[in-house]
């Protein structure tokens, strides 16, 4: 079993709609938490962060951890053509520092339709 | 600031060649990573650096050489390049403090036949 999985995807959706993407992870040493974004032939961005469990919200961007299940997702509300992209999470047992090596999910590719 | 730079944008290699892609950061960061990106497997760390002179094996190291001998630069060298190298690399800086953001250079697309 791979340390991160990620739904495969790809997700298409209608301009509007809220999207919830999703991971889950074996290592119960991750603490940290990321959504990064990458557009076609772009390199990743980081889109969201969150420390242990709990909620975090940025604009239309949610990212929810529960860490007793091993699941984090991140949320899209209003969704817009902008926002087709890949999203990958990504996680860390230690913060930044000299073992700050992230592990990443597959990434999963979404498609907004106008 | 330019950010995480990378060159060249594009190469294409015939089996058995050697070849360095160059990776350069301006914003003074000490951790430096390489990863490489297929499809269907998302981003897999080749090697990493905490700092000038240091280096690490990542997930996938193997036909992969690196060196650090600045804090800026961080070039990967493909020994003796086969098909299966054929990817997607991407650079990426991080700082020693604060989250853990890792900052990606704009990928070097590489072919190898």
């Known amino acids: 079993q791979k340390e991160v999985e990620q739904d495969p995807g790809p997700l298409s959706v209608p301009e509007g709609a809220i999207v919830s993407l999703n991971c889950t992870y074996s290592n119960s040493a991750f603490q940290y938490f990321m959504w990064y974004r990458q557009y076609s032939r772009k390199g990743p961005e980081l889109l969201m962060y969150?420390?242990?469990?709990g909620n975090k919200e940025d604009g239309r961007f949610t990212a929810q951890v529960d860490k007793s299940s091993k699941y984090i997702s991140l949320f899209i509300r209003d969704s817009q053509p902008s926002d087709s992209a890949t999203y990958l999470c990504a996680m860390s047992a230690t913060p930044a520092g000299a073992n700050s090596k992230l592990t990443f999910g597959k990434g999963i590719t979404l498609s907004v339709r106008p | 600031n330019a950010g995480v730079t990378q060159t060249p944008k594009f190469q294409v290699l015939k089996t058995g060649q050697s070849m360095t892609l160059q990776c350069a950061q301006d914003m003074n960061h000490e951790y430096m990573s390489w990863y490489r990106q297929d499809p269907g497997m998302g981003l897999r760390l080749i090697h990493y650096s905490v700092g000038a002179g240091i280096t690490d094996q990542g997930e996938v190291p193997n036909g992969y050489n690196v060196s650090r001998s600045t804090t800026e630069d961080f070039p990967l060298r493909l020994l003796s390049a086969a098909p299966s190298q054929t990817s997607v690399y991407f650079c990426?800086?991080?700082?020693?403090?604060?989250?853990?953001?890792?900052?990606f250079g704009p990928g070097t697309r590489l072919t190898v036949l």
């Open positions: 990426a800086s991080s700082p020693w403090t604060g989250n853990n953001e890792q900052f």
């Open positions: 969150t420390y242990s469990s």
